[in-house]
Nanobody, 129 residues
Framework: QVQLVESGGGLVQAGGSLRLSCAPS????????MGWFRQAPGQEREFVAAISWSYGSTTYADSVKGRFTISRDNAESTVALQMDALKPEDTAVYYC??????????????????????WGQGTQVTVSS
């Protein structure tokens, strides 16, 4: 069973920073893309950022572009989301996801929830004003 475990969430003031991390556990797997999504209360789960393992290509939602940075550590098989200049509207549960089904369709494709095969349990991020 593949599991994705997120860490690094918490409470921060507006303008502050947090760094989320996602690590797989259980059965090893190879993924094409790792992504981050978020879901605020009463809202749909929305795309935040994604990165290709092989090429390092990235894509971001317009709402976080320039403030969030997604990165990967191939040796550790972890993915991080550095979140700077946080705003109260960034408050949400953040989910890590892995896309393992071939073929690789280009990084832009992976803004879709349906592109992902495995999901983590989520970590809460709260930004106070």
């Amino acid at each position: 069973q593949v599991q994705l475990v997120e860490s690094g969430g918490g409470l921060v003031q507006a303008g502050g920073s947090l760094r989320l991390s996602c690590a797989p556990s259980g059965r090893t797997f190879s993924s094409y893309v790792m992504g981050w999504f978020r879901q605020a209360p009463g809202q749909e789960r929305e795309f935040v950022a994604a990165i290709s393992w092989s090429y390092g290509s990235t894509t971001y939602a317009d709402s976080v572009k320039g403030r969030f940075t997604i990165s990967r550590d191939n040796a550790e098989s972890t993915v991080a989301l550095q979140m700077d200049a946080l705003k109260p509207e960034d408050t949400a549960v953040y989910y890590c996801a892995a896309a393992i089904s071939p073929p690789y369709r280009g990084i832009s494709y992976y803004s879709r929830r349906g592109a992902y095969d495995y999901w983590g349990q989520g970590t809460q991020v709260t930004v106070s004003s």
